[in-house]
């Protein structure tokens, strides 16, 4: 069952095309990511589809609510966590969560069996500020308030932005776990190493999907082939790989015009030595560079 349904959207602030004939559907219960950049529409996108802004054209709707005529319906349906902490400062960790159960005519009791795992790790500072808080515990807190009425759908714009490694990990553990509980996911994240832990992704660029798949799909069709290059005088080494005929950048190389012995060879000429060269997997950022590099992105 589709829970999300995008089909040919725009938008245009003035002369700058934020989303361009975007589509894309989500399934019930789905961990969905964009991955891409700042600037390349994905908060656009999550506005237009938690109702804050209007599409130019195209139509999007949510658990079959039309985003436009139906918004106050899917506003009830639906939580949302902006990139940007936008919680009351000036309020304590227990008095926002108050505050948005009430919005949504609900208790803390009531759905507290659904934030526990996340908000039992702050709830020690349910007294303090929320202004006070980490970027961890501000995180924590901030998802707690998004889904205090128990959504369907779950929209998270770049929620690890600016916090700490170990913060991050354990932001994706729960939701791993939310995903558990039937609730659709739709996550933004300019980090190409969280794109692995989602189902499906979409690769976005200057406003337009480049590729729509399972993170290891499209790792499987990277078309080239990536080497790992060592020598003893590493400074002057990526300086002569870029100089070589066939090297496309310093890790991607075209193995039509350019075997391993003949770069090899290139490199000892220039009097490198303590050579070591080794084959490597591609990641996600690898694919979504060479996608880039093929639209004339980069």
């Known amino acids: 069952m589709q829970t999300i349904v995008v089909k040919n959207i725009n938008k245009s602030y003035e002369e700058v095309k934020a989303l361009n004939n975007i589509s894309f559907s989500v399934e019930k219960g789905e961990l969905f990511g964009i991955i ?32 436009v005529k139906d918004y106050k319906i899917i506003r009830t349906q639906v939580g949302y966590m902006p990139g940007k902490f936008s ?22 009791e009531k759905n507290y069996n659904l934030i526990k795992d996340i908000y039992s ?19 924590k807190l901030a998802l707690s ?33 939310l995903r558990k509980q039937g609730i659709t996911i739709l996550v933004s994240t300019p980090y190409m190493d969280e794109a692995t832990l989602c189902d499906r992704i979409a690769l976005i660029q200057n406003g337009e999907f ?5 993170p290891q799909n499209i790792i499987n069709s990277f078309p080239e082939t990536l080497w790992a ?6 400074s002057t080494l990526l300086s002569d790989l870029r100089s070589c005929i066939g090297v496309k950048s310093c890790f991607t190389v075209d193995t039509e015009k350019l075997s391993l012995e ?7 000429k220039k009097g490198h030595t303590g050579i070591h060269v080794n084959p490597i997997n591609p990641t996600i950022e690898d694919c979504y560079m060479q996608l880039s590099s093929s639209k004339g992105n980069l």
């Open 145 to 177: 308030c998004a889904l205090i009425h128990k959504p369907k759908v779950l929209f998270l714009d770049e929620p690890t932005t600016g916090v700490d490694p170990v913060s991050r990990k354990e932001f994706w553990e729960m939701l791993k776990n």
């Open 87 to 108: 919680l009351y400062q000036d309020l304590t960790v227990e008095e926002n969560l108050q505050f948005f159960a009430t919005v949504f005519h609900t208790t803390i």
């Open 210 to 214: 480049m590729k729509i798949e399972p």
């Open 36 to 67: 891409g950049p700042d600037g390349a529409g994905k908060t656009t996108l999550f506005r237009i589809l938690t109702t804050l802004i209007l599409p130019d054209t195209g139509t999007a709707t949510i658990e079959g609510l039309d985003v």
């Open 262 to 268: 003949n770069l090899i060879t290139f490199l000892q």
């Open 121 to 139: 790790q702050i709830e020690p500072f349910k007294t303090r500020k929320a202004g006070k808080l980490s970027g961890g515990m501000k995180q």
């Open 229 to 234: 290059v060592k020598a003893e005088h590493m």
